[in-house]
């Protein structure tokens, strides 16, 4: 059976209740009336959201309702056209935001013809880590991924990659972590596993905002979800509860 | 410090890349040799010619080469959203542009270091010839070169004509420096020796031009 393509109203009820992760206290991204053009098209129209430190918040929406574009910008990989984001307090793009964010995007941003090791040591410096060997090797101890450390990038399979990207992303101990249809092109087993990963990273106290156009693989794993549709935010499940009980 | 690790690393990583593929080592060194063997054809080994026209023959070998490594700069951030990696870090964009440019710089006088040897065979330099000027004004030359290149490299790196537009926008930046790389080149050959305006020219392009590029770094590294 295919999967539905956005978010129910029930399966989205079934998300994970507030409190379910390490207390949080405060908001760790705030989006106000995020715009982007591309050209003369809209493709984020007046995106205005706060996520929950510490919690996993699924983002649904179709193909093309503008999930990644958002993503890139909270990365800072894309300027918003107009509006206001804020990683942890400072302004998105500034390199203390940067250092609070990792990406998880399509592609695993890791050059094919450098090892994994090679691959991290480069993003570890990029991201002024002291011990960039040592750095490296904790990421991808975290991910499961240590017997890939002497691979070259170009001749691990798609999960391999994610993982080996996902140590990418955790390198710099990020508070924030975007991932951007990360399940895509996986198999059950790798699904599973990237499932559990994630799960104990919330648990660890990392905020996560997972991109999806399926609710089927993430439901049960998140605390709450946002829904996206042509560029605009139309629906926030269970994060003002979450917000007002950090709040408290 | 952190901006010296980055250009350390960026520098280290680029030469590592080219050494494991050796795509712009062997692109450039064949068009170059390919182009001053044509040239050795077309021109009989006479000491006037080389006197007459050798800066100009060095010098398209050299540039049309160099152009090869200065597009794979930042072609190869390209392969699996590399590029992305380096916009969304916090690094300094001037200190990956920095290790960018020194890569290209020491690949491209790698290979000028093979083919200005056989330049001379090739084209029977006269015996008065000042080797270490013309060391000199490639080393110069090459560092302008270089420096041009990749800041263009970067700014062209999304447009889908990105091998047309590299010479597009180098070439008639590179002019005051061409002109002055081919004139002191041919005063060394010759031997005149007159090169002290050429020298200036060629070394205040070289400061200007990576100032700029310095300075204008994070703007070529954020292109959308």
Known sequence: MNPPETASPATASALRGPGTGASGAAWQLRCDKATRFFGAFPVLRGVTFQLPAHRMIALFGHNGAGKSTLLNILAGALKPSSGTVLIGGHAVRSAAARRQTGLLSHQSLLHPTLTVQENLEFFATLYDVADRAGAARAALARVRGEHLANLRAGELSQGMKQKAALARCLLHTPQLLLLDEPFASLDRATVAEMRRCFAELRDQGLTLLLSTHTDELITDLCDGSLTMERGKLVAAEGVEAMLSEAAR | ?224
């Open chain 2, 1 to 224: 410090m952190s901006g010296n690790r980055v250009f350390l690393a960026t520098l280290q990583r680029d030469l590592r890349l080219e050494f494991r593929t050796r795509e712009a080592l062997n692109a450039m060194f064949f068009y170059a040799l390919l182009v001053i063997v044509i040239f050795s054809f077309a021109f009989s080994a006479e000491t006037t010619i080389i006197t007459q026209i050798g800066g100009g023959l060095l010098w398209v070998a050299f540039l049309f080469a160099g152009m090869v490594a200065l597009d794979r700069a930042f072609l190869r951030e390209m392969m699996e959203g590399s590029l992305t990696g380096l916009q969304i870090a916090p690094a300094s964009p001037s200190a990956v542009m920095a290790g960018k440019f020194a890569s290209s710089f020491l690949l491209m006088l790698a290979m000028e270091a093979v083919l200005l040897p056989l330049f001379a065979v090739l084209f029977n330099a006269p015996a008065k010839t000042d080797w270490a000027g013309i060391v000199g004004v490639t080393i110069m030359g090459t560092w302008a070169l270089a420096a041009n290149g990749t800041y263009f490299s970067a700014m062209s790196t999304h447009a889908r004509q990105r091998s047309l537009l590299l010479p597009l926008l180098l070439l008639p930046v590179s002019i005051p420096a061409v002109i002055a790389m081919v004139q002191a080149t041919q005063s060394y050959l010759s031997g005149s020796g007159d090169t002290g305006y050429w020298w200036k020219l060629l070394t205040g392009y070289d400061i200007i031009f990576t100032a700029l590029g310095w300075l204008l770094a994070d703007i070529v590294i954020d292109v959308e």
